[in-house]
C-alpha cells in the first residue's frame, strides 16, 4: 500500500515536523555514538533545501513520564546537530504550546518522553504535536513497531502525514529483500532468548529456505535434542516448542541445523579460559558461550550459497573476546558473501561495527524491534498510519 513520500511534496515555506530517532549512546553529556544523527542529516537537508522550516522530535532513553530529568535531555544531540548541519540548532524546552521556526531554520524539542500520554499515545498530546507543522514526516524506523504519540497520534491529526527518505529507504530494502528475495534465503538467528523470539523463528521457517540459530537461541535447541547443556543460558520451557520447529523443518524437507561443536567455560567473564567441545560432550558445569569453529565453517558455507541473507542476534558471547569467534566468522562470511544481505538488531549492530564488517552488508537496518516485526509480516503502526493516511490525502 502507498504512502507519501517526502521528496515528492513541496514544502516550500511549511513547518515540516520531523520525527527522528536520536535514541543516541551518552557518557557525561556527550553523545558517543553519531550513527544515528548522521543517518538523519540527508533527510533534514533535503526539507531546507525545499525551503522547509524544520522541527525535529526525538525520545532519549526511558525517563519518566511527565518529570524532566536532566540526563535525557536532548542538549548532546542538539549541539551535535548544530555541528554537523553548520548551523545553530536550538533546544526548545516548552514547546507543546507552539514553537518559532523560519524556513532555512532547524529547531529540536526537548524529549518527547518527557510528556505525560506519550506512550499510551494520548490523543489530545498527539493533537498538540501535530498543530505545531504544516506536514509530518515520520523518519525513525527504530519506532515505527510502536504507537505513540510521537510516532503513530500525530500523524492522524498533521494536516499532511509522510514519510521521510531514511525510514522509506528502509521499508523499500526490507520489502524488496521478503517479497522477492534471491533464493536461498537463509535467515540467521542468535541472541539470547527464543521466548522473544520464538514468534519470528516461525515465520521465518515458513518464508526462508534455511533457518540456522546461535547464542542462548541455539543452546535451547541443543537441550530439545537431549544433549547436556550444563549451566548454559537457555529455556527448559521452550524445548516442547523447539522440537517442534525442528520438526516442521524436517517436514517440508529442510532441517535447522544444531551445532555439532560449542565453546564452553566455567564462568560468565571476559577472562573465563575457552574449550572447545563436541556438542556430546558438554560438562554439567559448563557455560557453553559460542559455536565452535567446525559449526561456524558449516554456517560460512550456507551463508556462502545463500542469495539472500537475514541476520539478527550473535551466535555466542561476542562482547568476550574469547567467544567472539563463531560471531565473527558469520560475520566475516556474510561481508565476504555475494548474497543480499540484512542485519538488524542492536547487539547485531555492535557485532557488525566491532568486526568492521559493516561495508559487505547490502542493507544494515536501524531498528530492533521493528526489523524483527517486519521480517514476521506484522504491520508496524506507524506504517500503517502513513498508509492510512496516503490513502485519503490523494
Ligand atoms: P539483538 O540485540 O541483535 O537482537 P539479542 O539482544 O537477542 O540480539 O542478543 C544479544 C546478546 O546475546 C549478546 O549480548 C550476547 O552476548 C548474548 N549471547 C549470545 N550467545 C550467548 C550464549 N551462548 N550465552 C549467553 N548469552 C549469549
Ligand atoms: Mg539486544
Redesign the pocket.
Known amino acids: 500500500m502507498a504512502y507519501l513520500r517526502m521528496q515528492d511534496l513541496d514544502l516550500d515555506g511549511r513547518r515540516v515536523l520531523i520525527r527522528e530517532d536520536f535514541n543516541v549512546p551518552m557518557a557525561d553529556g556527550a553523545v558517543t555514538s553519531d550513527k544515528r544523527i548522521v543517518a538523519a542529516l540527508p533527510t533534514i537537508q533535503q526539507a531546507l533545501g525545499k525551503g522547509a522550516a524544520v522541527i525535529l522530535m526525538s525520545h532519549l532513553g526511558r525517563p519518566v513520564e511527565g518529570e524532566y530529568d536532566e540526563q535525557y535531555s536532548l542538549a548532546p544531540v542538539a549541539a551535535s546537530l548544530s555541528t554537523h548541519l553548520g548551523q545553530k540548532v536550538q533546544l526548545v524546552q516548552d514547546w507543546l504550546g507552539g514553537v518559532e521556526v523560519k524556513p532555512g531554520e532547524v529547531i529540536l524539542c526537548q524529549n518527547v518522553r518527557f510528556n505525560p500520554g506519550e506512550k499510551a499515545n494520548d490523543e489530545a498530546l498527539a493533537r498538540r504535536m501535530a498543530a505545531l507543522c504544516d506536514v509530518f514526516v515520520m523518519d525513525a524506523f527504530g519506532t515505527a513497531h510502536r504507537a505513540q504519540a510521537s510516532t503513530e497520534g500525530v500523524g492522524h491529526y498533521a494536516p499532511i502525514a509522510c514519510a521521510g527518505p531514511l525510514l522509506a529507504g528502509e521499508l523499500d530494502a526490507l520489502k524488496l529483500a521478503l517479497e522477492d528475495p534471491q533464493r536461498p534465503l537463509l535467515a540467521i538467528v542468535?541472541?539470547?532468548?527464543v521466548s522473544?523470539?520464538l514468534s519470528v523463528l516461525e515465520t521465518l521457517l515458513d518464508r526462508t529456505d534455511q533457518l540456522i540459530v546461535?547464542?542462548?537461541?541455539?543452546?535451547t535447541f541443543i537441550a530439545a535434542t537431549g544433549h547436556e547443556v550444563g549451566q548454559?543460558?537457555y529455556e527448559p520451557d521452550l524445548i516442547d516448542a523447539a522440537q517442534r520447529l525442528v520438526r516442521l523443518a524436517h517436514e517440508r524437507g529442510g532441517n535447522i541445523p544444531i551445532p555439532v561443536d560449542v565453546v564452553v567455560a566455567k564462568s560468565?567473564s571476559a577472562d573465563a579460559s575457552a574449550s572447545v567441545r563436541p556438542v556430546d560432550a558438554v560438562g554439567e558445569d559448563e557455560?557453553?558461550?559460542?559455536i565452535g569453529p567446525l559449526t561456524a565453517a558449516n554456517y560460512a558455507e550456507i551463508i556462502w550459497g545463500a542469495g539472500t541473507v537475514l541476520w539478527?542476534?550473535?551466535?555466542?558471547?561476542?562482547?568476550?573476546e574469547n567467544?567472539a569467534g563463531g560471531?565473527r566468522t558469520v560475520a566475516e562470511a556474510i561481508e565476504k558473501s555475494r548474497a543480499f544481505s540484512i542485519a538488524?538488531?542492536?547487539?547485531?549492530?555492535?557485532?557488525i561495527d566491532q568486526f568492521d564488517v559493516a561495508g559487505g552488508i547490502s542493507y544494515i537496518s536501524t531498528g530492533?524491534g521493528a526489523f524483527?516485526e517486519f521480517v514476521e509480516g506484522k504491520t508496524l503502526p506507524a506504517v500503517a498510519m502513513l498508509e492510512q493516511r496516503g490513502r485519503t490525502e490523494n
Open positions: 542468535g541472541g539470547s532468548k522473544t523470539k546461535g547464542g542462548g537461541i541455539a543452546n548454559s543460558l560468565f557455560l557453553i558461550l559460542d539478527n542476534g550473535p551466535v555466542g558471547v561476542f562482547e568476550f567467544f560471531t538488524g538488531g542492536g547487539d547485531t549492530l555492535a557485532a530492533g524483527l
